[in-house]
T-cell receptor, first 111, second 111 residues
Framework: DTGVSQNPRHKITKRGQNVTFRCDPI?????LYWYRQTLGQGPEFLTY????????KSRLLSDRFSAERPKGSFSTLEIQRTEQGDSAMYLC?????????FGPGTRLLVL | TQLLEQSPQFLSIQEGENLTVYCNSS?????LQWYRQEPGEGPVLLVT?????EVKKLKRLTFQFGDARKDSSLHITAAQPGDTGLYLC???????????FGQGTTLQVKP
């Protein structure tokens, strides 16, 4: 399968813990996006990379969130000191500048 | 701030009926995409429209892009239970590939 992959698929954590998610994009895609989605709503933009450069970060994203894309390949999204409001599906997508291709998402539950 | 308004938010119909979902904005899109998402999975691209007035067909699905590139519609003919899911429109306003999503339309087709 050469689509976008995300790990883990599910994560349950206690409030205050740190979590890290990984995204492996389609290999030839130079752009990588992170979105967050709550139940029954559309995805909300968090940040995106072109190659290894982080070009934009949502103003809604607090300082507890950080994303990296070393070497312009896979990306990680870390949430520090998780809060219950962070519970959501975290989606990764990649593209060559046109349509976005999404991974299956990581569902986070903060207890 | 660019916003996409999608309507209706919920739709429950019988198999064989037709339906239309609308996506509107006060801003001009560089391009617009429609996605379908099933529970626990990432959105899957259905179509991309770029040119004002463009009409694209995908089997029983017809997508239309408004002449002014500010609105779009998705029409499903003779809906089937397999069409059940969350339908999302997403606009690229600046040509960067960063998408702004509507809140989605949850469609349920009953046999």
């Amino acid at each position: 399968d050469t689509g976008v992959s995300q790990n883990p698929r599910h994560k349950i954590t206690k409030r205050g813990q740190n979590v890290t998610f990984r995204c492996d994009p389609i290999s030839e895609h130079n752009r990588l996006y992170w979105y967050r989605q709550t139940l029954g709503q559309g995805p909300e933009f968090l940040t995106y990379f072109q190659n290894e450069a982080q070009l934009e970060k949502s103003r809604l994203l607090s300082d507890r969130f950080s994303a990296e894309r070393p070497k312009g390949s896979f990306s990680t999204l870390e949430i520090q000191r998780t809060e219950q409001g962070d519970s959501a599906m975290y989606l990764c997508a990649s593209s060559l500048g046109g349509a976005l291709y999404f991974g299956p998402g990581t569902r986070l539950l903060v207890l | 701030t660019q916003l996409l308004e999608q309507s209706p938010q919920f739709l429950s119909i019988q198999e064989g009926e037709n339906l239309t979902v609308y996506c509107n904005s006060s801003s001009v899109f560089s391009s617009l995409q429609w996605y379908r998402q099933e529970p626990g999975e990432g959105p899957v691209l259905l179509v991309t429209v770029v040119t004002g007035g463009e009409v694209k067909k995908l089997k029983r699905l017809t997508f239309q892009f408004g002449d002014a590139r500010k609105d779009s519609s998705l029409h499903i003919t003779a809906a089937q239970p397999g069409d059940t899911g969350l339908y999302l429109c997403a606009g690229d306003f600046r040509g960067t590939g960063k998408l702004i999503f509507g809140q989605g339309t949850t469609l349920q087709v009953k046999p």
